[in-house]
């Protein structure tokens, strides 16, 4: 029996066709790997770079069947899954760009000199690719953290080669995906094994244990998370692996701000937790609401919206049933209210959004727990203080949101103090999701928001999956282009001196 | 009772009146060092590198005090200690510079704009510091891996505070170089709590363990390495371990290169060997020579010194017990040769230089195994394929070194290619031993040289204490004045675009 696939709009499962890798098919896909990587990595930069931008090219020609084919499995509205196929092909063009600009490499060349401890060698370091890199399809982006996503394109563009899992929730947009970028590498001339695919959670085991992976990129459950973990501590040779796991990303409003606006905030509040269904690493989870009328306006505009929505289908049975199994937690959790029970809808795996209240002095562990799915606590609050003894009930996550008015410096101050050590994001007047593909952004946070001290999302992603190393005395045969004397077009820090790749002119 | 000391020279052991750190000595200690932590790292980057440098005169001004503590702890010749704390100093300044650089905060602006995915908000990125990093002396470094280290420059640089273990084989030296830290940072105006130190093997073990330390930097061996490991994995919330580990460093020697000048190399060879009495973690301890007769002089060479060479004494009991147990194991392993055979010295853990032989056919893990102390292996090889069928069997390693004739471009390429994969610092025509310290060094390597990857040496060592923060659409109160618009005097990336510092011009 081939691995199944479903509609989460109807809940019809039917065959794909496509088979569970086996082990032996696991080992033969990353020899491949390694034997692509052995050619790739020394191919130049404008080669890597071309292959970006034709990956792009590549899944841009092919959106329409990609978008269809994501909908039918994952339930997610056309233009959402169009912008992801747009925000990938963005980023592949981006890393495509950070290739051509070699910052990334961190060159530093230190020539031969005295120093107060004696005559010192010619030193000259650069970040090397690592090898085959594994990485695991999430659920609730069938394209932007799956197979043609940002771990994939980071890895790419450090000059590794890829093996993706494909998520068991999206399998024929995965297998589609792969063909895709497949052709377009091959067509650009990439060696076989460039990017490799596998299916199914024995094969995924499989492939966190395989001695040629050198790197793990995962996005999914603190659960899975530890799975996989488990697996690389058995490993001979430990690995890095980049875990994006769990987030209840607290959004915070003042009373400035909610005297100032409460409404437009109770809108994008609603818009943010229940975009996609809830079902985003950055839906702000637990939300901070001051216990002042304005508050409650903003509760009731809130509650108002959320009574008002269609259920939407969640990505899979999974999900729905985790997601109800936690809604009745929180529910039953301490003195948490009810405000919004969510809807049953009629087919397959829909549900509408559900909002539970709670006064900020009964805020425990049990209330912040992580749904998956629309559901949002509202936290009523008094003082600072009594914000401040509650927030230290959240578990650390990717972004943390601020709703304050300017003139607020006390309140932003101190919310800022409060806030920084737990998320990787600070957010201010705005919403966490949503995620900018840049170089300044940071998709990462403490634990048990991610386990790493890197990002997934923007340029700097680039930095999980390259290790440096250093040239002694080398003869300029033995150095790579980017570190021999003489202009090479990219940033480097020579002699301690940072210096920008010299613009030609004519 | 106290801990005690011991002189290595004469064996003889005394108390210290250093007491063992309580379990609630460890938690006064973190609990302090997480207090001046909230308190430092806000403060200006120009107050950090002042105490920086503040460190360095403090430890420059008790120069004699300190080498003769360490001397009679560690045995170490006064010159090897004099410059080990020339490179402290020099490295605390070094350090300091960085920190007025500003480049390591990795700061990226990318201001608000519109993308192919709709408008995307104002992201700012930089780096900040986690909080009280432990820093885990070794033994053979009393200074440079130890108390006044690199871990604890690099971890101070970032804006951490750091919590010191000492090293059982040098206490005093460890408490005195602690004080004089502690007085140079009180009077730059530092904090309580900004350096603390522990004392004791269970002390350090609870360290790991608690849950304000948010990092560790290790230098020493695997076994130890893999207990502190294990301890990390039974905290609650993970934390970055730093271990660096295990390295054999493979050297290899060209036909051309013997021939040109095999006397040379044997001299090189042979101080790098047996300098500190070869108890460094880059001492080249497998050396690939030609079996031809160039290769036979170099190995005569090398053995009349070996001959020659009087006994230096071992660091400690159990580095001299474990030399001596290794040291055996790699005699009787399969087919290996005995040329010297290390005289033991009269008094104390003296041992004089050991040299073994074996055919590169004969090569298995048994003869690759470290053996910390002046031991060399010496691998006879005939050719290309000889040699790197032998180097498959060497861990990987910090360093691997080629001495070649620059006009034998196969070899070089074909050992580059061969070397780079097990290695962090390629090392051409001289030694892997005396790690420079500056901004293009990586001391790192992969497993079992270290298991992370990232440099514990040079000036990207500080990347490993810190973690990325990003600031969406923030007030300009909110953020820091690194990441203001306007200019402050770092280089950043802003838009994509990196920009240098402006120079002040008058």
Request: aromatic share 6%; net charge negative; hydrophobic share 45%.
């Amino acid at each position: 029996m081939s691995i199944p696939t479903t509609d989460p709009r109807s809940g019809e499962t039917r065959e794909t066709g496509i088979e569970a890798t086996t082990d032996a098919g696991v080992a033969a896909i990353t020899t491949a790997a390694h034997a692509a990587f052995l050619d790739v990595r020394d191919r130049p930069r404008a080669w890597r770079s071309g292959l970006l931008r034709a990956l792009a090219d590549g899944l841009d020609a092919r959106r329409t069947e990609l978008v269809e084919t994501a909908q039918a499995e994952t339930g997610l509205a056309t233009p959402r899954l169009d912008t992801e196929v747009t925000r990938c092909v963005m980023q592949f063009r981006m890393f495509a760009d950070a290739i051509d600009d070699g910052g990334y490499l961190e060159v530093a060349i230190d020539h031969a000199a005295t120093t107060p401890v004696g005559p010192a060698p010619d030193i000259r370091r650069m970040l090397v690719p690592l090898g085959p890199v594994a990485v695991f399809g999430a659920s609730n982006f069938p394209f932007a953290f799956s197979v043609p996503g940002g771990d994939t394109a980071s890895a790419l563009a450090g000059g590794n080669t890829v093996i993706l899992k494909a998520h068991g929730s999206h399998p024929l947009t995965s297998k589609l995906s792969f063909e895709v970028l497949d052709a377009a590498a091959t067509a650009a001339g990439a060696p076989a094994g460039t990017l490799g695919i596998v299916y199914g959670q024995a094969a995924g085991a499989t492939l966190v244990a395989d001695p040629r992976v050198t790197a793990v990129g995962f996005t999914g459950s603190l659960s899975t998370g530890r799975i996989l973990l488990d697996i690389i501590e058995t490993r001979e040779r430990p690995i890095p692996f980049y875990g994006e796991l769990s987030s209840v990303n607290p959004l915070v409003i003042t009373a400035g701000a909610v005297a100032a606006r409460s409404a437009d905030i109770a809108e994008g509040l609603f818009t943010s937790v229940t975009g996609s269904a809830g079902q985003l690493c950055t839906k702000p989870g637990i939300a901070f609401v001051p216990a002042d009328a304005a508050g409650d306006a903003l509760v009731a505009e809130l509650v108002a919206r959320a009574e008002a929505a269609a259920p939407q289908p969640l990505l899979n049975r999974r999900i729905r049933d985790a997601f109800e199994e936690i809604s009745d937690r929180l529910r039953g959790a301490g003195k948490a209210r009810e405000l919004v029970a969510a809807v049953v809808g009629e087919e397959g795996f829909a549900l509408g959004p559900a909002v539970l209240e709670i006064d900020a002095a009964d805020v425990t562990a049990d209330v912040t727990e992580e749904a998956f799915g629309p559901l949002v606590v509202l936290v009523r609050y008094r003082t600072l203080d009594d914000l401040r003894s509650a927030l230290a009930a959240v578990p650390d996550s990717l972004t943390a949101t601020v709703h304050a008015e300017d003139d607020e410096t006390t309140e932003i101050a101190a919310l800022v103090e409060a806030l920084r050590d737990v998320s990787g994001r600070l957010v201010f007047n705005g919403y966490p999701t949503g995620v900018r593909v840049s170089w300044a952004q940071h998709h990462g946070g403490p634990w048990p928001a991610t386990n790493t001290l890197h990002t997934s999302v923007g340029m700097s992603a680039i930095r999980r999956f390259l290790r440096p190393l250093a040239w002694q005395n080398a003869p300029e045969q033995a150095l790579p282009a980017e570190l021999r004397d003489g202009e090479t077009g990219i940033p480097r820090r020579v002699d301690g001196v940072l210096q920008l790749a010299r613009t030609l002119t004519a």
